[in-house]
């Protein structure tokens, strides 16, 4: 009885197996460009652009459109279909039905509305190959098209540094390259790329590395913060000692945001060598004495008689 459960068990796995495969249709791949698209328009504007969609399978497959508003958490995005915003400004799209590997062009519109409020507005068009809403049996595959959208008038900027630092909050280090991280916290009604450098300088104000901020241009959207990407300072420079950092930023019209870091810069074969050198220091009195300590003793004893020859 025994020897007949892995055979019924194997049955009964490649039934549930055959059964889904028959329930679940294929799951198609999509992918949507630009991925980003930044416009600017007036309160009563029509925007006209484009956007690609390409069929990355090896079947024909249909592709829906749909459109969501977005935020940023801590750098995530979080999309939401609430009413009245930049959504509902872009008119629904057809699907489109692409043969294997085909590429197809779609035209899409943005109609801001008179009355649409000043700074930034932000949408993903997604296309998918179900329809929004859909409940089925399927794997759904989904790529959008991100919209930034700054509509004119009293644009209010401001920004600020939450915090800076090495990564995971490190002040030793061996030597380079060492990673730091700023969070930028937006506190006005567009978005914002604060770029710029972070450089590393010596006691003296001496340049040892410099690397480039935020050199992709990532956006910290308004009343949100978000964790740049990572910078590194790398270099083959002998560095010892104590070291600032000091981050200078751009955003905006020109307005600048700064931050300042003082990290050590301590390699092994420099503690060898202080480890040496203390060592050599705390010993030198105590050799000295015991030097001195010596002389006195030699020169304290009475010089031996001298022997006389004998004469034969």
């Given at each position: 009885?025994?020897?007949r459960?892995?055979?019924?068990?194997f049955?009964?796995?490649?039934?549930?197996?055959?059964?889904?495969?028959?329930?679940v249709?294929?799951?198609?791949a999509?992918?949507?460009g630009?991925?980003?698209?930044e416009?600017?328009?007036?309160?009563g504007?029509?925007?006209?652009?484009?956007?690609?969609?390409?069929?990355?399978?090896?079947a024909?497959a249909?592709?829906?459109?749909?459109?969501?508003?977005?935020?940023?958490?801590?750098?995530?995005?979080?999309?939401?279909?609430?009413?009245g915003?930049?959504?509902s400004?872009?008119p629904?799209?057809?699907?489109?039905?692409?043969?294997?590997?085909?590429?197809?062009?779609?035209?899409?519109?943005?109609?801001v509305?008179?009355?649409?409020p000043?700074g930034g507005?932000?949408?993903?068009?997604?296309?998918s190959?179900?329809?929004?809403?859909?409940?089925?049996?399927?794997?759904?595959?989904?790529?959008?098209a991100l919209?930034?959208?700054?509509?004119?008038?009293e644009?209010?900027?401001?920004?600020?540094?939450?915090?800076?630092?090495?990564?995971g909050?490190?002040?030793?280090?061996?030597?380079?390259?060492?990673?730091f991280?700023?969070?930028?916290?937006?506190e006005?009604?567009v978005?914002?790329?604060?770029m710029?450098?972070?450089?590393?300088?010596?006691?003296?104000?001496?340049?040892?590395?410099?690397?480039?901020?935020?050199?992709?241009?990532?956006?910290?959207?308004?009343?949100?913060?978000?964790?740049?990407?990572?910078?590194?300072?790398a270099?083959?420079?002998?560095?010892f000692?104590?070291?600032?950092?000091?981050?200078?930023?751009?955003?905006?019209d020109?307005?600048?945001?700064?931050?300042?870091?003082?990290?050590?810069?301590?390699?092994?074969?420099?503690?060898?060598w202080?480890?040496?050198?203390?060592?050599?220091?705390?010993?030198?009195?105590?050799?000295i004495k015991?030097?001195?300590?010596?002389?006195?003793?030699?020169?304290?004893?009475?010089?031996?008689?001298?022997?006389?020859?004998?004469?034969?």
């Amino acid at each position: 009885m025994t020897a007949r459960i892995p055979l019924v068990l194997f049955v009964a796995f490649s039934s549930a197996a055959a059964i889904a495969a028959a329930l679940v249709p294929y799951a198609h791949a999509v992918t949507v460009g630009p991925a980003k698209l930044e416009v600017a328009a007036d309160p009563g504007d029509t925007i006209r652009g484009e956007l690609f969609v390409i069929n990355e399978t090896d079947a024909a497959a249909t592709f829906h459109a749909s459109v969501q508003q977005f935020t940023e958490v801590e750098g995530n995005k979080v999309f939401n279909d609430e009413e009245g915003g930049i959504a509902s400004w872009i008119p629904p799209l057809a699907p489109v039905t692409l043969a294997p590997g085909a590429q197809q062009t779609v035209p899409f519109t943005i109609r801001v509305p008179e009355n649409a409020p000043p700074g930034g507005h932000f949408a993903v068009i997604w296309w998918s190959s179900a329809p929004k809403g859909t409940r089925q049996l399927s794997v759904v595959t989904r790529a959008g098209a991100l919209v930034y959208l700054t509509v004119s008038g009293e644009a209010r900027r401001s920004a600020q540094i939450v915090s800076f630092g090495a990564e995971g909050g490190g002040r030793f280090f061996r030597g380079l390259p060492v990673r730091f991280e700023v969070l930028i916290k937006n506190e006005g009604n567009v978005y914002e790329k604060p770029m710029g450098t972070l450089t590393l300088t010596n006691l003296f104000g001496g340049e040892s590395a410099r690397a480039k901020v935020n050199e992709s241009g990532s956006q910290v959207l308004p009343r949100s913060q978000k964790t740049l990407p990572t910078i590194e300072l790398a270099g083959d420079r002998f560095l010892f000692g104590p070291y600032r950092a000091n981050l200078d930023l751009v955003y905006g019209d020109g307005a600048h945001l700064g931050a300042r870091k003082w990290i050590w810069v301590v390699p092994l074969t420099g503690v060898l060598w202080m480890s040496a050198i203390i060592l050599l220091l705390a010993g030198a009195p105590f050799g000295i004495k015991k030097y001195n300590a010596w002389v006195l003793r030699r020169a304290s004893q009475p010089d031996p008689p001298k022997r006389r020859r004998s004469l034969r």
